[in-house]
């Protein structure tokens, strides 16, 4: 007797990881479940980029305090001294050592998650030549409605064109802080750009930041608990005009 689709099955649809035979039986499910189908389709393509940010790291050789003859030396040490070893580990990490993990690990928090945010968004999207964005360029009004009623804000389409930039359509991305809106743009010489905004539970007000990730340039800031970043393939420095007229139009409020 065949199982029912669960999340367990979903999930390994997500990472690629079904049998041939069950594999058949989720794409049969997903095609009487569109939406499912979009969002497990999404989260598949930010996994896929997460792999892809990490694989670098996963390519490092093996420290040597992990090797096998490394551990079992440790193993080998009198009790008394893993006993002592163990202790002073613990006393470290309760004295406030474990928190030092928190900068040396990705951001979790403010204008620096933000950037990160949209930057990983970007390359996820704007690589998309099928369907980067969820709602055209011709539903702005919907796209607007759509997003400001789940951001709790009023959001605002930049219009990009004194830089180059010609509006492409958007969408509603998940991040560990809420939803997030991503509007994108298409460029000279096939060239694209973001602009990621959402909320912000800290640096709710916070001056433009310039940061790059890779090739990529990101400006950003936030401006009365409303958090921006605009990122592309063109250093940070050049991306700063850019930045300024997407300021200069959501304080204004201007809808393009």
Known sequence: MTSPIGEDDLAAWIDGRLSPERQRLVDAYLEGQPDVHARLREQAEQARALASLFAPIA????????????????????RWQLAIAASLLLAVGFGGGWSSARWSGEPRAGIAALANEASDNFRVYAADRIRPAEIGPDQRAMLIRWTSARLGERVTIPDLSTAGYRYGGGRLVATPHGPAVLLLYDGPQASKLAVLTRPMQIDKSASMTSTSSGTMGRVTWAVDGIGYSVVGERPAAELHPIADEVRRQADAGLVS
């Open 59 to 78: 390519d490092e050789p093996i420290p040597a305090t992990m090797r096998v003859a490394a551990i079992r030396g440790r193993q080998r040490q009198p």
